[in-house]
């Protein structure tokens, strides 16, 4: 069993390839549009894991939240693969990613992952880890203003990603130690978008290419006429 | 060659397949129309979002339409631009990683050649070169067009497209978005000679065209008038821009020498404008072609055609996923 995994919700672009258990991972640099590097970036991965494309057994992808318009390449990117080698798709929450590599860099379950919103708000999940090391949700994905996130239960939970980054001094006075949190930068990356998605097709979880979707969390996005007319 | 057309511009998905031996075998299109209307205007954040809901139920519709799979394209054309970087990007990212997947070429294609070479999608086509009208709600350009990415400009708007200015005038008049058709319908029962609008640089040796100030005289007449009178309003304001779009028309013709003219975007399908342009060619012995109603307005088949016209030619392009939302059409070049 080949997966390809793909990840761009943030400024950091990666993929992955995942072979019987071995994984291979291409991380960009920040500061390159995604758009540029995707592709060769895959056929290098590909390369690195000695898979040939049509080998692939299915194409995961961070299906989101995080920015848009990398959330969108990367359903479209898996919509195009999926559709054109004719293999399953596999959505992965992009919050999810962060969760297990915030796991892999030392965060204790269950993990709280952040993802930076913009607009004074951030993405938020909770996660658990199961016996294969593998992190699974544990409350619904959330869009919220840092001064309304809740920490479910009475138990300490360890933040990780650019949402708590961006807003910790907030974060840590408002929760003490009931959080404690991975300091260092992390991203959700391919690697555990592959990891994730490994799971979810042993689990029956693929989909076929038309419904690979985004989820956004957002969606409020602009105001209608009726509504800037009762703002004025 | 069989190529995938997809065009994700603005507030329509399209995809087509154009075969270069048989000519188009099928094309779909999804207009978001409804989903902006609330709004009086296209939300590109939704636009994008609605393009990755259509794109490959659309690609599946047309494949059964051919009775072909996927397997039998060779090659992908998408929109690279001008539009939204958005839904471009939207449209082009599925593009090359399902010519990736199929191990095919995928070229991106300027939206304006597309609809500069709708016309060659219609029996009879006409031949190189000819002269091109452009006119959408984005665009009103006069080009010459001497072959596949030749062309010169020869006119453009100084301000507002005559399609913008059909659309701001129907919301002035109160038809709602995008109003431009509905506007058209109204004129039909209105009488033309009622309200004399001026006709922009048309007593000036410039093919280019002016559309702002028509929509202030417009705005003023409304002020001035009953809703009775908005037929009559409607229709001095299309015979005013039918007047200035056909006099240019003929001018370049004059000046050019050729004798084909062809006209493509979403005002193209006027048929005011059809009919006139229509009297003022056979009047100087010239013709002109328009493309049904259908591929005057954005639509996969005219990028499948401008795509498979550059693929089959040997034109490639490298493996980045871009967008090119601002690109002049004069700065194409020849595949």
């Known amino acids: ?75 479209a990117a898996a919509q195009g693969i999926a559709y054109g080698l004719d293999i399953p798709a596999l959505p992965v929450s992009s919050l999810a990613a962060l969760a297990q590599e915030g796991y892999a860099r030392g965060a204790v379950a269950p993990i709280l992952a952040l993802a930076d919103a913009r607009m004074g708000e951030v993405y938020a999940g909770g996660f658990e880890v199961d016996a294969e090391g593998l992190v699974y949700a544990v409350a619904d994905e959330q869009l919220v203003a840092p001064a309304e996130l809740a920490l479910p239960g009475d138990n300490i939970w360890c933040a990780v990603g650019p949402g708590f980054r961006a807003y910790a001094p907030l974060l840590r006075e408002r929760f003490g130690y009931r959080l404690d949190a991975i300091e260092r930068s992390v991203f959700p990356q391919a690697a555990a978008v592959a990891r994730l998605g490994a799971r979810a097709l042993r689990a029956g979880l693929g989909v076929p290419a038309r419904q690979a979707l985004p989820v956004y969390l957002r969606d409020k996005v602009a105001l209608t006429e009726a509504e800037r007319r009762v703002k004025q | 060659m069989r190529v995938l057309g997809i065009e994700t511009s603005c507030d329509e998905t399209g995809v087509a397949v154009y075969d270069t031996e048989l000519g188009l075998r099928a094309h779909a299109l999804h207009t978001q129309a409804a989903l902006h209307q609330d709004y009086g205007g296209v939300v590109p954040e939704l636009a994008s979002r609605d393009h990755i809901l259509r794109l490959l139920p659309l690609v599946d519709e047309v494949l059964a339409q051919a009775r072909l799979t996927r397997r039998d394209l060779d090659g992908v054309a998408y929109t690279e631009g001008p539009g939204l970087i958005g839904a471009l990007l939207t449209g082009a990212t599925l593009a090359k990683t399902l010519a990736w997947a199929l191990a095919i070429p995928a070229l991106g294609v300027h939206h304006l050649e597309g609809h500069l070479l709708a016309p060659l999608l219609e029996e009879p086509a006409p031949a190189f070169p000819f002269l091109a009208l452009i006119v959408s709600g984005g665009h009103s350009l006069l080009m010459d067009v001497a072959g596949v990415g030749r062309y010169a400009l020869l006119g453009d708007t100084l301000d507002d497209a005559a399609g913008e200015a059909f659309d701001k005038t129907a919301k002035l008049l109160g038809l709602g978005y995008p109003g431009g058709p509905a506007l058209a319908r109204l004129a039909e029962s209105g009488d033309s000679a009622s309200f004399r609008f001026a006709r922009p640089l048309t007593d000036r040796p410039t093919l280019d065209f ?103 030619a040997g034109e490639r392009e490298d493996a980045s996923i871009h967008a090119a939302p601002r690109r002049e059409l004069a700065s194409l070049t020849p595949p």
């Open chain 2, 210 to 312: 002016s559309f702002s100030g028509l929509k202030t005289q417009v705005l003023l007449a409304v002020q001035r008038n009953g809703p009775e009178r908005h037929a009559d309003i409607a229709a001095g304001f299309q015979a005013a821009v039918v007047d200035t779009l056909v006099w240019k028309c003929l001018r370049a013709l004059d000046e050019s020498g050729r004798e084909r003219l062809v006209v493509a975007g979403g005002v193209g399908a006027n048929l005011q404008l059809r009919e006139r342009l229509r009297e003022g060619t056979a009047r100087r012995g010239a013709s002109v072609h328009f493309p049904r109603p259908a591929f005057c307005t954005d639509n996969g088949a005219m990028i499948a055609l401008a795509g498979a016209l550059r693929l089959a």
């Open chain 1, 1 to 75: 069993m080949n997966l390809l995994a793909i990840e761009c919700s943030t400024e950091v672009l990666s993929v992955a390839v995942w072979a019987s258990g071995e994984l291979c991972e291409r991380v960009q640099d920040v500061g390159v549009r995604h758009g540029d590097r995707l592709l060769p970036l895959i056929d290098a991965v590909l390369a690195d894991a000695r898979v040939d494309k049509l080998e692939l057994s299915a194409v995961a992808f961070g299906c989101g939240p995080g920015a848009f318009t990398g959330v969108r390449m990367a359903v």
